[in-house]
């Protein structure tokens, strides 16, 4: 109830159309000229947790060839921000999220300095995270990575290669820890 006006607010400030309904108990900004799709049971924020006041969700589709579209049934924790540039993130469903984490389809610039100030849609690669992955908090995913179902990204890792389905990794940069048992 607290955060209906933060909600509205947020709303407000996107300007991005979503396709279909998260049940917000953090506010999200929409951004962009591409898609942002949730499926069904989408939730977004969790209380009591931190930063469920003081942060929102930040989705941005920036071209209108970038999508980002988020599963069935996936919980994204507070502080959550997903950025697809040129191509597309997609989430998986049944997914849990923790809080601060981020995910990024591109590099949003050149390397080299005469690059610096623009970038080319060549340079971004699309980001796969399948069903059932366990996202811990303070995880950044970049470009290019795909996450394979039922896998678990340990708190802090940051993400620059494929991860198998059914592991655990972690670290920076994220590597396998253990296969998990079924």
Partial sequence: MMQT???????????????????????????????????????????????????YAYIEARQSTAAVTIGRGTWINNNFSAIAEHTSITIGQNCLIGTCVEILDSDFHGIKVGERMFSRPEWAKPVFIGDNVFIGSNVKIMKGVTIGNGSVIANGSIVTKDVPPGVIVGGNPARVLKVIEQ
């Avoid at 049971?41 to 931190?50: E, L, N, T």
Wanted: glycine share 8%.
């Fill in 5 to 55: 006006p933060r909600v509205i607010i947020y709303s407000l400030l996107s300007n991005n159309q979503f396709q279909g309904r998260p049940l917000c108990y953090q506010p999200i900004q929409a951004i962009g000229t591409g898609t942002v799709k949730f499926e069904a049971d989408v939730k977004i924020g969790f209380s009591p947790s931190p930063l469920f006041f003081s942060t």
